[in-house]
C-alpha cells in the first residue's frame, strides 16, 4: 500500500511538473524507489484499530490532520474522534447512527461528516459538540460517497446532477443547482465551489448559488486540485488539464499515453 500511495504521489508530481514546467528535487525526480529511501527512516508513533471486520465495499473517509488534533473514525465504525497527534489520547467522541461515507471536510473550525444513511452532521473541532443537533441534517438526494466542499460559510453537497447549499452553522438550505452533469468531485479555493462534473468541470459562487462559468470537456473529471490559483484537473479519458481558475480557460493541457498491451494481452 506505501509503495502504491508513492507512485501515485511520484506520477502526480511528473504530470504537474510537465503542465508547469517547473523543475524540482523532490519524488518527481527521486522516482518511487528514491521516494522509498526517503520515507525509510520514518517510525511509527502509534496506531489503531477501527474494527476487526471492515465490509470490502465499504469505503472510510480518511483520517484529517488539523490545528487541534486528528479527526478519524474511531473506535468503531459508528463513531467520530479527534486525537491528540502525540499521544492518540481521545479528546471528544461523537457516536453516529451510520458510518462517515465520505472523506471529511473542515470549515469555520467545524468538521463535516456525510454518513450512509444520507445525512450530514456538523462538529466542532474544539469541543465535538454539534452544530446541526444531535440528528444532523437530510439532504434529498445526496450522494454520500462524494466529499462536500466548504466555503464562504456556505457547505456544498453532490445531488447527482444538482448541488445543494446549506448554510454551514445552521443548516438551513440556500441554494439548490443544476450543473451539466453529474456531480463527482467537490472542492474550494475559500472563496469559489469547483465541481468536477461527468461532462467537465465548472464554477459556483457559494453565496448566490450561480455558476460563474462551466467548462465542457467532453469527458468526466474524477480528480482536481488547485495550485497556486491554478486548476488541475484530470479527466476519465487520460487527459491533464491547468486551468485558469478565475476565466474558466485551458491553459495547458496534456494527453496521456495509452499503454500498450503486453505480450500476448488481448485489447479491447
Given at each position: 500500500m506505501r509503495i502504491r500511495a508513492l507512485t501515485g504521489a511520484f506520477v502526480f508530481l511528473f504530470l504537474i511538473s510537465s503542465l508547469t514546467g517547473f523543475a524540482s528535487t523532490g519524488l518527481a525526480d527521486v522516482g518511487p524507489a528514491g521516494a522509498l529511501a526517503a520515507f525509510s527512516g520514518i517510525e511509527v508513533t502509534w496506531n489503531y484499530t477501527?474494527?476487526?471486520?471492515?465490509?470490502?465495499?465499504?469505503?472510510?473517509?480518511?483520517?484529517?490532520?488539523?490545528?487541534?488534533?486528528?479527526?478519524?473514525?474511531?473506535?468503531?465504525?459508528?463513531?467520530?474522534?479527534?486525537?491528540?497527534?502525540?499521544?492518540?489520547?481521545v479528546l471528544w467522541?461523537?457516536?453516529?447512527?451510520?458510518?462517515p461515507s465520505a472523506e471529511f471536510v473542515v470549515g469555520g473550525g467545524v468538521v463535516y461528516v456525510v454518513t450512509s444513511w444520507g445525512r450530514v452532521y456538523g462538529i466542532r473541532i474544539i469541543d465535538g459538540t454539534s452544530v446541526f443537533g444531535s440528528e444532523g441534517i437530510e439532504v434529498?438526494?445526496?450522494?454520500?460517497?462524494?466529499?462536500?466542499a466548504y466555503a464562504a460559510g456556505v457547505l456544498a453537497l453532490p445531488a447527482g446532477r444538482e448541488v445543494v447549499g446549506?448554510?454551514?452553522?445552521?443548516?438551513?438550505?440556500?441554494?439548490?443547482?443544476?450543473?451539466?452533469?453529474?456531480?463527482?468531485?467537490?472542492?474550494?479555493?475559500?472563496e469559489y465551489i469547483v465541481v468536477g462534473h461527468s461532462s467537465g468541470i465548472a464554477m459556483i459562487d457559494p453565496l448566490s448559488g450561480s455558476i460563474v462559468w462551466d467548462l465542457s470537456l467532453n469527458s468526466a473529471?474524477?480528480?482536481?486540485?488547485?495550485?497556486?490559483?491554478?486548476?488541475?484537473?484530470?479527466?476519465d479519458q487520460g487527459s491533464v488539464y491547468a486551468i485558469d481558475l478565475r476565466q474558466g480557460t485551458i491553459q495547458k493541457s496534456l494527453r496521456?499515453?495509452?499503454?500498450?498491451?503486453?505480450?500476448?494481452?488481448?485489447k479491447h
Amino acid at each position: 500500500m506505501r509503495i502504491r500511495a508513492l507512485t501515485g504521489a511520484f506520477v502526480f508530481l511528473f504530470l504537474i511538473s510537465s503542465l508547469t514546467g517547473f523543475a524540482s528535487t523532490g519524488l518527481a525526480d527521486v522516482g518511487p524507489a528514491g521516494a522509498l529511501a526517503a520515507f525509510s527512516g520514518i517510525e511509527v508513533t502509534w496506531n489503531y484499530t477501527i474494527s476487526d471486520y471492515i465490509p470490502p465495499r465499504m469505503r472510510l473517509p480518511t483520517p484529517l490532520i488539523t490545528s487541534v488534533g486528528v479527526v478519524c473514525v474511531y473506535p468503531d465504525l459508528g463513531s467520530v474522534s479527534l486525537l491528540n497527534p502525540t499521544t492518540k489520547q481521545v479528546l471528544w467522541t461523537v457516536e453516529l447512527p451510520s458510518t462517515p461515507s465520505a472523506e471529511f471536510v473542515v470549515g469555520g473550525g467545524v468538521v463535516y461528516v456525510v454518513t450512509s444513511w444520507g445525512r450530514v452532521y456538523g462538529i466542532r473541532i474544539i469541543d465535538g459538540t454539534s452544530v446541526f443537533g444531535s440528528e444532523g441534517i437530510e439532504v434529498s438526494g445526496l450522494d454520500t460517497s462524494v466529499k462536500p466542499a466548504y466555503a464562504a460559510g456556505v457547505l456544498a453537497l453532490p445531488a447527482g446532477r444538482e448541488v445543494v447549499g446549506i448554510d454551514a452553522l445552521s443548516g438551513a438550505a440556500r441554494w439548490r443547482i443544476e450543473i451539466p452533469g453529474k456531480a463527482l468531485i467537490l472542492l474550494s479555493d475559500g472563496e469559489y465551489i469547483v465541481v468536477g462534473h461527468s461532462s467537465g468541470i465548472a464554477m459556483i459562487d457559494p453565496l448566490s448559488g450561480s455558476i460563474v462559468w462551466d467548462l465542457s470537456l467532453n469527458s468526466a473529471v474524477r480528480a482536481a486540485t488547485l495550485i497556486e490559483g491554478v486548476l488541475y484537473a484530470v479527466s476519465d479519458q487520460g487527459s491533464v488539464y491547468a486551468i485558469d481558475l478565475r476565466q474558466g480557460t485551458i491553459q495547458k493541457s496534456l494527453r496521456l499515453p495509452t499503454p500498450e498491451p503486453a505480450p500476448g494481452e488481448i485489447k479491447h
